[in-house]
């Protein structure tokens, strides 16, 4: 088969963003302005792309950051596989100085491996490596897609690269994030290799 090259893209930027309000997969937030531009600069820098598919998560600031693709028709899948990983009781509240303590706490286990520890009612990064395999065996059945736009979110992001990479999740902290930030990522059919990390020129 011929290479896939996979554009992984993380969703714009939104007040809950801004605010250090955790959003997760509970919290369907919209994107503010300056996510709405990075999406029009995103979209600006890649529209001449020969995407065959856009697939993002269910929720609406991905839809939002790759609305122009949307516009000019390409297909579209959405997958709740591709969600934020969910951090249970503490979506939709801004951290405070004790959570702070709890959260740092849990990042400190999956650090260490123990990627089966989660916040209070959330998802481990195990949960979210095994609801994300089978949107993987999908993208990697579809050879006749070669270029691809997925939309998703940080912390999933990095447990999907991990997947993609062959990488213990207990590394996922070494695949930086920001808004509409850029991972190109190429499949040949038997192993995946990222050309662009943290890709953010369409931005300037």
């Not at 839809?63 to 959405?78: C, I, K, R, T, W």
């Not at 912390?155 to 994030?177: I, K, N, S, T």
Request: proline content about 3%.
């Amino acid at each position: 088969m011929s290479v896939k090259k996979i554009y992984l893209i993380r969703h714009g930027q939104t007040d809950f963003n801004v605010q250090n309000i955790v959003q997760g997969s509970g919290i369907d937030s919209d994107l503010n302005e300056k996510g709405r531009q990075q999406a029009a600069q995103f979209f600006a820098a890649y529209k001449q792309m020969p995407f065959d598919k856009v697939y993002t998560s269910v929720l609406r600031r991905t839809h939002q950051s790759v609305q122009g693709f949307l516009d000019m028709g390409l297909p579209h899948e959405q997958y709740a596989a591709l969600n934020e990983i969910s951090w249970g009781v503490r979506e939709g509240t801004r951290i405070t100085a004790e959570e702070d303590a709890e959260y740092h706490g849990v990042l400190a286990q999956w650090n260490r491996g123990e990627t089966h520890a989660r916040l209070t009612g959330g998802e481990s990064p195990d949960e979210v490596a095994a609801r994300q395999r089978p949107f993987i065996e999908l993208l990697t059945s579809r050879p006749e897609e070669e270029n691809v736009l997925v939309c998703m979110h940080g912390r999933a992001m990095r447990v999907l690269l991990c997947q993609l990479l062959g990488y213990p999740l207990r590394r996922m902290d070494a695949f930086e994030h920001r808004n509409l930030c850029l991972y190109k990522v190429h499949y040949t059919g038997s192993m995946f290799t990222v050309r662009n990390f943290l890709d953010v020129a369409h931005l300037e």
